[in-house]
């Protein structure tokens, strides 16, 4: 966490659980507007976002103040854990002008992820063909086939799986960029790095990474 630059934005982790999200908004908003004026606090249910949360201060030196000196302070019976945020937030990119929406920004990259979609499948069907009859599959041949790329094909994912969801694992890699899932067939993502070495790690990290018991993640790269 050293290497983060200070930001006006931070994250809490480590908060009691059981606590419900207004209720969790209304007491993080109290406890922290002491420091300055508070643009946004962002507190999640998801399954693995639970305990944490995200507060956006007008400025840094507010956000500073409230990580140095809350830093540990027992919410809810738990101790705090603060950090400065690794990205910038939508509400700060909006006021600086460097907001970029989302949807519009990805609607090239879908059709890109579209065509190596169709690629992957093209190739998995090709190495079944080229088996002889009665030969058993192989294994986890499709993992190791594409040449070393940026961006990562995850296949075999939860229905309910979800794009915060993939960044929470994903983002403590070097070099991660984004998550971009595929709405039109649930179960399959597209994850970018900013360079195929630092994808090569993350597909290592969380090859067959069970996002349930059932659902062990296929990670291959994307086809060029």
């Given at each position: 966490?050293?290497?983060?630059?200070?930001?006006?934005?931070?994250?809490?982790?480590?908060?009691?659980?059981?606590v419900?999200?207004?209720?969790?908004?209304?007491?993080?908003?109290?406890?922290?507007?002491?420091f300055?004026?508070?643009l946004?606090v962002?507190?999640?249910?998801?399954f693995r976002?639970?305990?944490?949360?995200?507060?956006?201060?007008e400025?840094?030196?507010?956000?500073?103040?409230?990580?140095?000196?809350?830093q540990?302070?027992?919410l809810?019976?738990?101790?705090?854990?603060?950090?400065?945020?690794?990205?910038?937030s939508?509400?700060?990119?909006?006021?600086?002008?460097?907001?970029?929406?989302?949807?519009?920004?990805?609607?090239?990259?879908?059709?890109?992820?579209?065509?190596r979609?169709?690629?992957a499948?093209?190739?998995?069907?090709?190495?079944t063909?080229?088996?002889?009859?009665?030969?058993?599959?192989?294994?986890n041949?499709?993992?190791?086939?594409a040449?070393?790329?940026?961006?990562?094909?995850?296949?075999?994912?939860?229905?309910?799986?979800?794009?915060?969801?993939?960044?929470?694992?994903f983002?403590q890699f070097?070099?991660?960029r984004?998550?971009?899932?595929?709405?039109?067939?649930?179960?399959?993502?597209?994850?970018?790095?900013?360079?195929?070495?630092?994808?090569?790690v993350?597909?290592?990290?969380l090859?067959?990474?069970?996002?349930?018991?059932?659902?062990?993640m296929?990670?291959?790269?994307?086809?060029?």
């Amino acid at each position: 966490m050293g290497d983060i630059s200070p930001s006006q934005t931070i994250y809490l982790n480590n908060i009691n659980e059981k606590v419900k999200k207004d209720e969790l908004k209304k007491a993080v908003h109290a406890c922290f507007s002491q420091f300055g004026k508070i643009l946004d606090v962002v507190c999640l249910k998801t399954f693995r976002l639970r305990g944490q949360a995200w507060i956006v201060f007008e400025d840094v030196t507010a956000a500073t103040n409230a990580l140095r000196q809350m830093q540990g302070f027992p919410l809810y019976d738990k101790a705090l854990r603060i950090a400065y945020a690794k990205g910038k937030s939508d509400v700060v990119a909006k006021a600086d002008g460097s907001f970029f929406p989302r949807e519009k920004n990805r609607d090239k990259r879908k059709g890109e992820d579209r065509e190596r979609e169709k690629a992957a499948q093209s190739k998995k069907r090709q190495t079944t063909a080229a088996a002889p009859p009665g030969a058993p599959p192989p294994v986890n041949a499709n993992k190791s086939q594409a040449p070393p790329h940026n961006i990562l094909f995850i296949q075999n994912l939860p229905e309910a799986t979800n794009d915060r969801m993939l960044t929470k694992l994903f983002q403590q890699f070097p070099g991660f960029r984004e998550v971009r899932m595929v709405e039109a067939k649930p179960g399959i993502a597209f994850v970018e790095f900013e360079n195929d070495m630092q994808s090569s790690v993350a597909m290592a990290g969380l090859q067959d990474f069970k996002v349930t018991p059932q659902h062990p993640m296929q990670i291959t790269f994307g086809n060029k």
